[in-house]
């Protein structure tokens, strides 16, 4: 069964800068830079007929383009931080479409995502990296990157079966317009 999840790609200049962010962590496993995204609705492992289903309903989406602001570094799981991340402004526009695609998943029969939206690039998985250390890391690291780019398109990409994990292939891309 296919494993996707619908995303904002990350231009190749804006994964540079923010390749800026890797090193200086222990416990870090740095994700590579070919894969950042910025999900925006996970569907998981399902079977090939939702899934056509579910590319049909994203091929109905009409939506403009709209500007991404990346807000800076920050870490996900609190005093067991999980993930080191770079923030995503939520926009009116972003959480606009990930509502969109939250409803969009549901009427292809998907249960509901019952987690709140927190758009973000992921940029390392933490495996035993203390809060302090965590800490010290954003302290360093802090601020806007004053990054920002144009949203052209959405896309549905699929990960590893199963086990997820990159290199994500784009399944299909649908416009902004
Ligand atoms: P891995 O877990 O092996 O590091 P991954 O998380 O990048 O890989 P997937 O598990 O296929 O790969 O997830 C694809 C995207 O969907 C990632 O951005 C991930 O954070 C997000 N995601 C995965 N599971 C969920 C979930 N249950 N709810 C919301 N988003 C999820
Ligand atoms: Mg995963």
Same mark, same amino acid.
């Given at each position: ?11 190749? +200049?804006?994964? =540079? ?19 950042? #995204? ?10 090939? +007929?939702?899934?056509?289903?579910? %590319?049909? =309903? ?8 709209? +500007? ?17 991340? /770079?923030?995503?402004? &939520? ?9 969109? #695609?939250?409803?969009? %998943? ?5 249960? /509901? ?6 758009? #973000? ?7 035993? /990296? ?13 601020? &806007? ?6 949203? +052209?398109?959405?896309? =549905? ?17 649908? &416009?902004?317009?």
């Amino acid at each position: 069964m296919p494993r996707l999840f619908t995303a904002i790609e990350v231009p190749d +200049e804006i994964g =540079l800068a923010l390749a800026g962010y890797r090193g200086g962590l222990s416990g870090a496993r740095w994700i590579d830079v070919e894969n950042y #995204h910025i999900t925006l609705r996970f569907l998981g492992d399902i079977d090939e +007929e939702t899934a056509q289903e579910a %590319a049909y =309903l994203l091929g109905q989406v009409r939506r403009p383009p709209f +500007e991404v602001t990346i807000t800076g570094p920050d870490a996900f799981g609190g005093g067991r931080p999980r993930a080191l991340v /770079a923030k995503v402004s &939520p926009s009116p526009a972003i959480l606009e479409l990930q509502a969109e #695609h939250e409803r969009l %998943a549901r009427r292809a029969g998907l249960p /509901a995502e019952s987690r709140k939206f927190a758009p #973000h690039v992921t940029l390392a998985r933490l495996r035993d /990296a203390s809060p302090r250390a965590v800490a010290d890391y954003l302290g360093l690291r802090g601020g &806007p990157p004053g990054l920002s780019f144009r949203a +052209e398109q959405f896309v =549905l990409y699929s990960s590893r079966d199963s086990v997820g994990g990159g290199p994500y292939v784009v399944e299909a891309a649908y &416009p902004l317009r």
